[in-house]
């Protein structure tokens, strides 16, 4: 059984920012969301997550997780403080806690699952996880003997010069055996550089402490302020990219394409340059997106194009073309074998297969119907600046080049609306609708002249 603590009370002050460090986000999960990704697996029977400075945003956050409980710290004293602060909720407690540091992001669950085992096979009082880093600067320094025992984790800062000579590095990832943790924990002093309470102290004072180094040291990279924050960026986007690639997608250039660690692709996908994919996106086996596409908490079906396009909280289905340069947004749907072209938005619009809206146009709280075909410069005027209303065109409705649709208003099927025309009320189905005044022509007709004009016999009205 394990018990897991996560340490996310500071502010980071290092990220120079009004935002809790663990919140910033990084490929679609925040920094402590990723790190208690990595836990998951172990199926710890509590989590709890030590807060402080601004606890109320990161317990927000976190809240749609299941087993999180949440300790605060209100004062921000240093690491061994924060998990002082569990001592009251594992008072009879007696198997063995995992603490990690909130801004550790690219840990995998295998080397935790190795830690817990080399704890556990050597009954330690405590097992670190460590790392040889080619900069280790800003890291404790772990000093071991030849078996891997501890002899000693110094700060960086408490460091001597010699020590910081040493790059076996504390990744800020421990387990320890509870009993022997909380019996140390209450005695910690604050005498070092920073005056904190160190958590790497308690470890100093139990024994015996075995560290565990990563294979990969880039998995235990902590995140302090934004240039490690972009170079955890760029692991997280490689690994997300490799596997992608394994499973099957083409990334034309994968250095120019971004991919959230939420994302989904089929087989058969292939990205383009200049795009990236957020949030809860999934696309379907077949489909092109890009170049230069943005697709955000999205379904695209099979065999869809998505060029130089936004695409945000919508649904697209089968063999449809989108773009270049459409806006597809809020909850917008798009059937099969649609077409949407250049400079044409869609707000909280669906349209039924085989509907077209190929040049110029804005098509807001609007469902269409099948085979709908929508004129360049369409617009649906769904705002009467207080309130928003619905337009309703029905299967095989064509509307002229430049129409505005006044909402609220309903087309029937088969309705064609002639160029120019602003329509304000509903039509029934199998009907032409002009909504314009008649042309007049006047032959013969000139420009009045000018009392100067008559008087020189030139017209000197443009001068
Ligand atoms: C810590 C370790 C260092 C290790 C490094 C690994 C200590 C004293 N040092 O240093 O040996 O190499 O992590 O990345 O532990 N936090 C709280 N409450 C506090 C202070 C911090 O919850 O009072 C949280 C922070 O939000 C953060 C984590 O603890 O998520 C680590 O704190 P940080 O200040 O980043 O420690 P480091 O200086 O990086
Ligand atoms: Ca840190």
Known sequence: MIVVAVLAAGRGTRMKSSLPKVLHPLGGRSLVGWVLRSVAALEPSRQMVIVGYEGELVCQSLKHLANVEFVEQREQLGTGHAVQQVLPLLENYDGHLL?????????????????LQTHQ????????????????????????????????????????????????????????????????????????????????????????????????????????????????????????KREWMMAGVTLIDPGSTTIDDTVQLSPDVVIEPQTHLRGETHIGRGSQIGPGSLIENSTIGEDTTVRYSVVSQSQIA?????????????????????????????????????SKASHLAYLGDTTLGEQVNIGAGTITANYDGVNKHQTILGDRCKTGANSVL?????????????????????????????????????????????????????????E
Not at 420 to 430: E, F, I, L, P, R
Not at 439 to 450: D, E
């Open 99 to 115: 603490v990690l540091n909130g801004d550790v992001p690219l840990l995998r669950s295998q080397t935790l699952q190795t830690l």
């Open 406 to 462: 006044v909402a609220p208003l309903t087309l029937g099927e088969d309705v064609t609306v002639a160029a120019g025309s602003t329509v304000t009320k509903s039509v029934a189905a199998d009907s032409l609708v002009i909504a314009r005044s008649r042309q007049i022509v006047k032959p013969g007709w000139r420009l009045p002249k000018t009392q100067e004009s008559q008087e020189t016999g030139k017209n000197t009205s443009q």
């Open 121 to 240: 096979e050597h009954k330690n009082a405590a097992t670190i996880l460590t790392a040889h880093i080619p900069n280790p600067k800003g890291y404790g320094r772990v000093i071991c003997d030849g078996n891997h025992i501890l002899k000693q984790i110094i700060e960086d800062r408490d460091c001597t010069t010699a020590q910081k000579q040493n790059r076996r590095i504390n990744a800020g990832v421990y387990c320890f055996h509870w009993p022997r943790l909380a019996e140390v924990l209450p005695h910690l002093k604050t005498e070092n550089d920073q005056k904190e309470y160190y958590l790497t102290d308690a470890v100093n004072d139990l024994a015996p402490v075995m560290a565990v180094d990563v294979e990969d040291y880039e998995e235990i990279l902590g995140v302090n302020d934004r240039q490690q924050l972009a170079t955890a960026y760029q692991i997280l986007q490689t690994r997300i």
């Open 318 to 354: 089968d063999h449809s073309q989108i773009g270049p340069y459409a806006h597809i947004r809020q909850r917008s749907q798009v059937g099969e074998h649609c077409r949407i072209g250049n400079f044409v938005e869609l707000k909280k619009a669906s349209m039924g297969d085989g």
